[in-house]
């Protein structure tokens, strides 16, 4: 069964730090890009950043590039979120995420229960 549970979240001040993680099990995911998606109140899921397993291909959207790092410890089975200089706006829950790449027929997407991250102004 796979599992994925995330940790790490928190309050904090805008400008200050979180690390989030991620510990994957129940599989291999040596083809799976793993990351992380966010939900704010009355807004729609929307993607953050994710990470090749094997490439260590990473990516990211605009509004975090600078300022997240994702990684991956492969010892661990888990996949971390270094969040700096965070602002206000990125308060949200932050779901881990593991898709098939490439992504097959019948394949599916895992989800993490979410954690809270809430930055104060």
């Known amino acids: 069964q796979v599992q994925l549970v995330e940790s790490g979240g928190g309050l904090v001040q805008a400008g200050g730090s979180l690390r989030l993680s991620c510990a994957a099990s129940?599989?291999?995911?040596?083809?799976?890009?793993v990351g992380w998606f966010r939900q704010a109140p009355g807004k729609e899921r929307e993607f953050v950043a994710r990470?090749?397993?094997?490439?260590?291909?990473?990516y990211y959207t605009d509004s975090v590039k600078g300022r997240f790092t994702i990684s991956r410890d492969n010892a661990n089975n888990t996949v971390y979120l270094q969040m700096n200089s965070l602002k206000p706006e990125d308060t949200a829950v932050y779901y881990c995420?593991?898709?098939?790449?490439?992504?097959?027929?019948?394949?599916?997407?895992?989800w993490g229960q979410g954690t809270q991250v809430t930055v104060s102004s």
């Open positions: 129940g599989r291999t995911f040596s083809n799976y890009l």
């Open positions: 990470i090749h397993w094997s490439t260590l291909t990473t």
């Open positions: 995420n593991a898709a098939p790449s490439p992504r097959r027929i019948g394949d599916r997407d895992y």
